[in-house]
């Protein structure tokens, strides 16, 4: 639950990052094996709230974001990104997490801008951004991540940001973009590890042979996105001076009528269970 953004008031209830209060029950006479498994489902799906609150055009505006008349049009790449453990984080640091919200947010804003994303909504330690073109959309984040490692964070308070982009089709709107590319790039995001940036198969078409010095994009796949029957094939960015190495990528849980897909190819050994690494 820290996971995905949510925390406990002085009441003790549950609440998520907008301060609305939720509320989840399991029976005490489930199974062990059975709470295991919905634990696991719950935290899949709490991982992508956030994110999906962008799609419905909550949250406040600030003078860093686009107005319509600015947004690009047409086939657009988006990118998602956000702080993997940021609950933790804030409740370890308590009023210092400030400080260290403010030089994300300033570290990712000044990269976004230098190549010319266009911000539409920023909570939190979150941010949804658009781009014109997928190479500005690519040397973002990289020069997002690079910041970010380079940056000096408190002792034992390391900041690590998941990333996902994807290229497709959107509608401008009074408040951003909707359409279903937008929750595809969503989920691109919520799939991946604090530090991992994630493309999807449209967006590698268009880079596979221009990309920056330095990067590479390593094939994982085909994934299961949480809403979406087929799987998506999904890429990862590799940089330079950078860990390129991450657990197995949060995705949809298989059912009888969605089985699971026969092979992940990666470099690494697959895991056991979901619980390795989050």
């Known amino acids: 639950l820290a996971d ?32 295991v498994r919905m634990a696991t489902l719950i935290q899949d799906d709490l991982a992508m709230l956030l994110t999906e609150r962008f799609d419905q055009g909550h949250g ?14 047409g086939a657009v790449t988006f990118l998602f990104s956000d702080i993997e453990g940021s609950t933790q984080l804030a409740s370890a640091l308590r009023s210092d997490y400030s400080d260290l919200l403010q030089a994300q947010r300033a570290i990712l804003r000044d990269a976004y ?30 020069e ?5 490692s380079a940056y000096h964070w408190p002792e034992g308070a390391p900041v690590r940001v ?18 279903i590319e937008v929750n595809r790039a969503a989920r ?7 530090g991992q940036v994630l493309m999807s198969g449209f967006t590698w078409a268009l880079l596979k042979d221009d990309r920056p010095s330095g990067v590479a994009l390593r094939d994982l796949g085909e994934h299961r996105l949480k809403d979406f029957p087929g799987p998506e094939h999904i890429y990862q960015v590799a940089i330079d001076g950078l860990p390129a190495d991450f657990p197995a990528l949060r995705e ?9 897909l026969a092979a992940t190819p990666n470099n690494l050994v697959t895991q056991l269970t979901r619980f390795i690494g989050r």
């Open 4 to 35: 995905a953004g949510f925390r406990r008031d002085g009441d003790g209830r549950l609440r998520d990052s907008l301060g609305t209060a939720v509320t989840f029950t399991i029976a005490t006479n489930t199974s062990n094996s059975q709470r």
């Open 60 to 73: 406040p505006r600030t003078s860093a974001m686009a107005s319509p008349s600015e947004l690009p049009t």
């Open 113 to 142: 801008a230098k190549h010319h994303g266009r911000e539409i909504r920023a909570e939190g330690d979150s941010f949804f951004v658009v781009f014109a073109s997928p190479k500005d959309a690519l040397a973002a984040a990289v």
């Open 144 to 148: 997002g991540q690079l910041g970010l």
């Open 162 to 179: 998941r990333m996902g982009l994807h290229t497709g089709e959107a509608s401008a709107t009074g408040v951003g973009y909707e359409g």
């Open 188 to 194: 691109i995001a919520a799939a991946a590890h604090g």
């Open 252 to 260: 949809r849980a298989a059912t009888p009528s969605n089985p699971a």
